[in-house]
């Protein structure tokens, strides 16, 4: 399968016209922290080049979280999945996570039942900052210096989101998880995940799934289903496939950001993108 050779580093999108970082309000001291200028290169070996990923977000789904339970979070699920952001971590990649809600309640499926549309995506958002708020602990527990931010003002439990004193957590080693959505209802955590991607200068958005990339039908009730190694995104919204929404898709296309698509159920899959092996579809600009 073709290696991400169109995932250099993006340095070019960094944010030179910015004023300087402002200063960040007085925060605990937490001993798994480490300097951003003594971490390596995000390289778990020596990956080829130039497929090197500096800072990447990590779209989850609510559903990957339950594992085989029929709602809430399946802690096994979520503890495996810590221990694969540390790795990655680790080995120098700033890491940036989105998490959906459909796990807890999803929106549009109740506005659907009648329920007020606007009224229900704001509940699934406060779901998505119960989720983000476990995976926080799970990764504070192993010792990976966690922040999370939310599009909803909730001082009692998490920041603001504050886009410069994120990027500012995340060169300082730390990882964010991004809550609540874009903060508005009618659009979805996939077009929240796009944005934060743009937002934060991210090299590539890694949507984490129950398949192992992009098919055009769903593999699990179509065996005969043909799976894509790469796709354009002229590709994914002509053929109208259901990786994402088309407000997320126009999004990273428009902000030259690859979207790389991979099972959350293959153990070590996320450490193996960061190598540049392993099995996922990248959607990416035509070349």
Do not use: W
Request: hydrophobic letters at 45%.
């Amino acid at each position: 399968m073709a290696k991400p050779e169109a995932l250099a580093s993006t340095d070019a999108r960094s944010v030179a016209s910015a004023p300087d970082t402002p200063a960040e309000a007085p925060t605990e001291t937490n001993t798994a922290e480490t300097d951003a200028s003594a971490r390596p290169a995000a390289s778990l070996s020596a990956p080829p080049q130039p497929a090197r990923l500096r800072r990447v977000l990590l779209k989850l789904s609510g559903e990957g979280l339950m594992g085989g339970q029929n709602y809430g979070l399946d802690l096994e699920v979520v503890q495996r999945l810590a221990q694969e952001i540390k790795e990655v971590h680790a080995a120098g990649l700033e890491l940036c996570l989105v998490i959906g809600g459909g796990n807890i309640f999803r929106g549009l499926s109740q506005a659907a039942n009648g329920m007020d549309r606007t009224s229900a995506d704001y509940m699934g958002m406060l779901a998505t900052v119960m989720n983000a708020l476990a995976v926080q602990n799970f990764l504070e527990k192993i010792g990976v210096p966690t922040r999370v931010q939310s599009a909803i003002p909730m001082a009692a439990i998490c920041e603001p989101y504050v886009r410069r004193r994120a990027i500012r957590h995340m060169e300082k080693g730390r990882v964010v998880i991004f809550a609540a959505g874009t903060g508005n209802p009618f659009f979805t955590t996939d077009t929240a995940a796009a944005l934060r991607a743009v937002e934060m200068n991210c090299d590539a958005l890694l949507k984490a799934t129950q398949v192992d990339g992009v098919y055009d039908a769903d593999p699990k009730t179509h065996p005969d289903a043909h799976r894509y190694d790469t796709l354009s995104f002229g590709d994914v919204l002509r053929q109208d496939l259901k990786v994402m929404d088309t407000s997320a898709i126009a999004l990273a296309r428009d902000n030259g950001i690859p979207i790389l698509v991979f099972s959350l159920q293959q153990a070590g899959a996320l450490a193996e993108i960061m190598r540049g092996t392993g099995r996922y579809t990248i959607i990416r600009e035509e070349t």
